[in-house]
Protein backbone atom coordinates (compact mmCIF):
# COMPACT_ATOMS: atom_id res chain seq x y z
CA UNK A 1 0.00 0.00 0.00
CA UNK A 2 0.92 3.43 -0.57
CA UNK A 3 0.57 6.44 1.83
CA UNK A 4 -0.29 9.72 0.45
CA UNK A 5 1.18 12.45 1.91
CA UNK A 6 -1.21 15.38 3.10
CA UNK A 7 1.18 18.20 2.78
CA UNK A 8 1.42 16.54 -0.89
CA UNK A 9 0.92 20.09 -3.75
CA UNK A 10 -1.48 17.88 -5.39
CA UNK A 11 -3.46 17.67 -1.89
CA UNK A 12 -3.25 21.30 -0.96
CA UNK A 13 -4.43 22.43 -4.45
CA UNK A 14 -7.24 19.97 -4.15
CA UNK A 15 -8.35 21.09 -0.62
CA UNK A 16 -8.02 24.95 -1.65
CA UNK A 17 -10.34 24.15 -4.75
CA UNK A 18 -12.93 22.82 -2.34
CA UNK A 19 -12.28 25.24 -0.48
CA UNK A 20 -12.93 27.86 -2.83
CA UNK A 21 -16.20 25.78 -3.75
CA UNK A 22 -17.82 26.09 -0.73
CA UNK A 23 -17.02 29.25 -0.14
CA UNK A 24 -18.88 30.38 -3.30
CA UNK A 25 -21.38 27.70 -2.65
CA UNK A 26 -22.35 29.92 0.80
CA UNK A 27 -22.13 33.24 -0.62
CA UNK A 28 -24.55 32.23 -3.74
CA UNK A 29 -26.85 30.97 -1.18
CA UNK A 30 -26.72 33.87 1.11
CA UNK A 31 -27.39 35.85 -1.77
CA UNK A 32 -30.25 33.99 -2.76
CA UNK A 33 -31.66 34.32 0.48
CA UNK A 34 -31.24 37.96 0.33
CA UNK A 35 -33.44 38.26 -2.51
CA UNK A 36 -35.98 35.96 -1.71
CA UNK A 37 -39.60 37.51 -1.98
CA UNK A 38 -41.50 36.07 1.16
CA UNK A 39 -44.95 34.45 0.02
CA UNK A 40 -46.72 37.08 1.46
CA UNK A 41 -45.43 39.46 -0.52
CA UNK A 42 -46.12 37.69 -4.13
CA UNK A 43 -49.55 38.14 -5.33
CA UNK A 44 -51.21 35.42 -7.42
CA UNK A 45 -51.03 35.32 -11.28
CA UNK A 46 -54.27 36.39 -13.35
CA UNK A 47 -54.67 35.21 -16.23
CA UNK A 48 -55.03 38.12 -19.14
CA UNK A 49 -58.09 36.58 -21.62
CA UNK A 50 -58.26 40.50 -23.46
CA UNK A 51 -56.88 38.84 -26.35
CA UNK A 52 -59.74 36.66 -26.60
CA UNK A 53 -62.06 39.38 -26.64
CA UNK A 54 -59.98 40.72 -29.70
CA UNK A 55 -59.95 38.01 -31.55
CA UNK A 56 -63.96 38.05 -32.01
Partial sequence: M???N???PENKGK???VAEREAAKQRLLAQAEAER????D???AVP???WRRDQR
Avoid: I, L, N
Fill in 2 to 4: SSQ
Fill in 48 to 50: DRR
Fill in 42 to 44: TTR
Fill in 6 to 8: DDA
Fill in 37 to 40: VPVE
Fill in 15 to 17: QSE
